[in-house]
Every structure is written in C-alpha cells, then in structure tokens.
C-alpha cells in the first residue's frame, strides 16, 4: 500500500516495525531500498516492541530459534541503528515516527534532525500509555 498511497507529496502510509526483532535492521535497510528504487515516500514507525515473551514462547513451541533480540541491550542497539538508518534516509517527502520512552534513543534523533537541518516534520515523536491510547 505504501508504494500506492506515499506518492507525490504525501505521506499517509506508516509501516510499523518492531526493533526488538533480531532481523529488524536488515528488514528497515531493505524497505529504505525499496522507496528509493520504486519512487515512494518513505513511511515508518519505529517502535521497540511488546511481545518478547509471546514470540519466544511460540518460537520454542515449534521449535524455532527466538527471533527477539537476546537481551534488553540488544533491543537498544537494534532501535538505534535502525532509527539511524531510516532518518538518514529521510527525505523531504518522508516521515518516520519515533514510537519510544527511552532517552538515548530520542536524544540520537533529536541531534540527527539539528545535524541534518531538518525545517519540517519529517521526525516526529510519539509514545503510547498502554493500549488505551
């Protein structure tokens, strides 16, 4: 859908992506490629995730290997480098949201959008209080 509706100079598509995935920073590298070579507007929501213990369950039901980041570290590295990836990416007619509570995160996003000279809402902030919201 993002390659239909994220044309010209709209936006309206975000993809969410999960970062405590262990694949996640290949599969952000990849969706980055796909806007480019196929002329959309870049769309994603970055968020850490919310169901390590659910998917590790699962995986070891059928026994597959995890596919959620070892350890809360890991979780952090993966977040970072794909909000590093998808806001060097950012072009004017993309928007990545940052869906986060964690400091280090917001402060490497916001010192990526005064680097970058960002004049718009390309990045922008969010944060959810349980499923209510």
């Known amino acids: 859908m993002t390659h239909h509706y994220n044309q ?5 598509i975000l ?7 262990k694949r996640m920073t290949q599969v952000i590298a990849h969706e980055v490629e796909s806007a480019k ?7 994603l929501k970055l968020v850490r995730g919310a169901y390590m213990r659910e998917e590790r369950e699962l995986a070891a039901q059928v026994g597959l290997e995890s596919p ?6 890991d ?6 480098k794909c909000l590093t990836t998808a806001i ?3 072009t004017p007619k993309s928007l990545v949201f940052v869906a986060c509570h964690n400091q280090d995160s917001i402060n490497i996003a916001k010192k990526m959008i005064m680097d970058n000279q960002f004049e718009d809402h390309r ?4 944060q959810l209080k349980a499923f209510s919201d």
């Open 37 to 43: 070579k196929m002329g959309y507007n870049l769309g």
């Open 8 to 12: 010209d100079d709209k936006c309206i």
């Open 88 to 90: 060097s990416a950012a």
């Open 123 to 126: 990045v922008r902030f969010g």
């Open 15 to 21: 993809n969410g992506y999960q970062c405590y995935l």
């Open 68 to 73: 959620v980041c070892e350890n809360l570290e």
């Open 75 to 80: 979780t952090h590295t993966s977040y970072n």
